[in-house]
C-alpha cells in the first residue's frame, strides 16, 4: 500500500521544471512505503453522462478539476510485481479508478471504474437522485513493461452509461527508474507506426456484402414518439489483424438478429441498436436556436475475433449529419457514409429519419439529401441538352426548307 501522504500529486513547480505539465493536464504520482513511484499518469480527463431530474432525463459533460487529489488507498501491490491501482478523487464524492494487471512482457489497465455523487450540485443540478452510482468497463489501454503508454489523440472509454474521455495521456505502471520510460508504446488512435523497410503483405480481398435491409425503428418517451427512422445499416471497419495485417472489412445489421431501444429528452434523442456482441448508438441533437435536427453523435463497440485487438471501439459526438428543420423528416435514397474516425464508418442506405417533434408514427414534410438532388440534375440536364439539340435541328431544316422554296419562285 501507498504510505501516508506518499500518493500524491508531485509539487507544481518541479512539474513545470519538468516539464510535465500540459494545458489542462494533470500528473498523478502513486509511491510505496519507500516513497518510490511505482506509478505515474499525466493526463486530462472530460466525463460524459446523463441523470434524471424532474424534468426528464439530462446530459451533463464536465472536467477533471486541477484540484483532484491521488487517494492513500491507491496501491502498488506487493513488490511492484503484482495488480496496482491509481485512485483519484475530486467534487464531491467522485473517484477515478485506473486498476493495473501485469504479465510477464506487458502491462495493461485491465480496468477502470468510476464512482459519482449524485448530489453534488455543482455538477448535477436539479438531480432528482441523491444516490452514488459505480460504472466499471475493462481497458484497452496496455504498453510494454518498462514503457509508457502515450495516446495523444482523445480516447474514449465507455462506462456503462458514462463516457470517459482522456486526451494526451502517458500512463506508466510498474515503474523501475521513479520517472518515465523515454521508451513508449503508442495507442492505436494516434495512427499506424512508422513504415517498416520491407513492403507489409497484401491483405487477402474479403468478399463485399450486399446492401443490408432496411428496416423501420422507433423510440418513444413519456411525451410519445421522439423518434422514426426506416434505414438499412452497414458499417466498415479497418483494424489490425493477428498476424499485424491491416484490414477494411463491412459488415451488415441484421434487422432479424438485432434489438432496439433508446430515450427522449429536450434536447437528445438516443437510438440504441445490439445485436450479439455489437452495440451501435445514435444520438440526434436539436439546435435551440436555428431549430435544427441532426446526427450528431456514433458510438460502436464491437468484437472482432481475429483482430491483434478483439475490443473495437469508435465514437464520435460532433457530426452534423442527416439534417433537416424540427417537424421535418430528413430522406435520401443514395447511400451516406458517415465518418465516425479515421478506422470507422457508418454507411446508411436509404434512409428516412425524424428526431423531435414526431406526430404519432408519420413523417413530417421531407427535405431531400443532397445526393439525391444531384442524381435528379442529371437526367434533367441531359433531356434539356437533347429538346436543345432537336430545337437546334428543327429550326435549321425550316430555314433551309423556306430558301429552297424561295428558288423556285415564278417571276
Same mark, same amino acid.
Given at each position: ?48 453522462? %446523463? ?15 486541477? !484540484?483532484?487529489?491521488?487517494?492513500? %488507498? ?65 481497458? *484497452? ?36 527508474? *521513479? ?95 445490439? !445485436? ?6 445514435l444520438q440526434f441533437a436539436m439546435n435551440a436556436s ?26 464520435? *459526438? %460532433? ?41 404519432? *408514427? ?41 430558301r429552297s422554296h424561295a428558288g423556285y419562285q415564278t417571276?
Amino acid at each position: 500500500m501507498a504510505a501516508p501522504g506518499g500518493a500524491r500529486r508531485w509539487p507544481l513547480l518541479l512539474l513545470l521544471f519538468a516539464g510535465l505539465v500540459h494545458g489542462a493536464s494533470a500528473v498523478f504520482v502513486v509511491k510505496d512505503g519507500n516513497g518510490t513511484a511505482c506509478i505515474m499518469a499525466n493526463f486530462s480527463a472530460a466525463f460524459l453522462t %446523463s441523470y434524471d431530474t424532474k424534468n426528464g432525463s439530462k446530459s451533463v459533460t464536465f472536467e477533471l478539476p486541477a !484540484s483532484a487529489e491521488v487517494l492513500n %488507498s491507491s496501491s502498488c501491490g506487493k513488490g511492484n510485481a503484482s495488480d496496482s491501482s491509481l485512485v483519484i478523487a475530486f467534487g464531491r464524492g467522485h473517484t477515478l479508478t485506473l486498476s493495473f494487471t501485469r504479465n510477464a512482457t506487458r502491462y495493461s489497465v485491465q480496468l477502470m471504474r468510476f464512482v459519482y455523487n449524485l448530489s453534488d450540485t455543482g455538477i448535477f443540478p436539479n438531480s432528482s437522485s441523491k444516490e452514488t452510482k459505480t460504472v466499471e468497463s475493462v481497458t *484497452d489501454i496496455r504498453a510494454d513493461i518498462n514503457k509508457k503508454y502515450r495516446c495523444v489523440s482523445s480516447k474514449q472509454i465507455h462506462l456503462r452509461n458514462v463516457t470517459v474521455t482522456l486526451r494526451d495521456a502517458t500512463i506508466q505502471a510498474y515503474l523501475s527508474n *521513479d520517472s518515465f520510460s523515454t521508451e513508449e508504446t503508442h495507442c492505436e488512435q494516434d495512427g499506424p507506426l512508422p513504415p517498416s523497410p520491407t513492403a507489409p503483405p497484401q491483405p487477402s480481398p474479403t468478399p463485399v456484402p450486399a446492401s443490408p435491409s432496411v428496416s423501420r425503428y422507433n423510440v418513444s418517451g413519456t411525451n410519445g414518439t421522439c423518434l422514426l427512422a426506416s434505414m438499412g445499416l452497414q458499417l466498415n471497419v479497418t483494424y489490425r489483424t493477428r498476424d499485424n495485417t491491416t484490414v477494411t472489412r463491412e459488415f451488415n445489421i441484421d434487422p432479424s438478429k438485432t434489438t432496439f431501444g433508446g430515450n427522449c429528452t429536450a434536447r437528445l434523442v438516443t437510438l440504441a441498436l445490439r !445485436s450479439g456482441n455489437l452495440l451501435l448508438v445514435l444520438q440526434f441533437a436539436m439546435n435551440a436556436s436555428s431549430s435544427r435536427v441532426f446526427l450528431q453523435g456514433v458510438q460502436l463497440t464491437m468484437t472482432l475475433p481475429d483482430a491483434r485487438d478483439p475490443a473495437f471501439r469508435a465514437a464520435n *459526438d %460532433s457530426l452534423r449529419a442527416l439534417q433537416a428543420a424540427a417537424g421535418n423528416s430528413y430522406k435520401c435514397d443514395a447511400e451516406e457514409r458517415v465518418q465516425v474516425t479515421e478506422a470507422a464508418f457508418l454507411n446508411i442506405f436509404r434512409v428516412w429519419v425524424q428526431a423531435f417533434r414526431v406526430d404519432g *408514427d408519420k413523417f413530417g414534410p421531407v427535405e431531400e439529401c443532397q445526393l439525391d438532388a444531384n442524381s435528379m440534375l442529371i437526367p434533367v440536364a441531359v433531356g434539356g441538352a437533347l429538346a436543345g439539340l432537336v430545337l437546334i435541328v428543327l429550326i435549321a431544316y425550316l430555314i433551309g426548307r423556306k430558301r429552297s422554296h424561295a428558288g423556285y419562285q415564278t417571276i
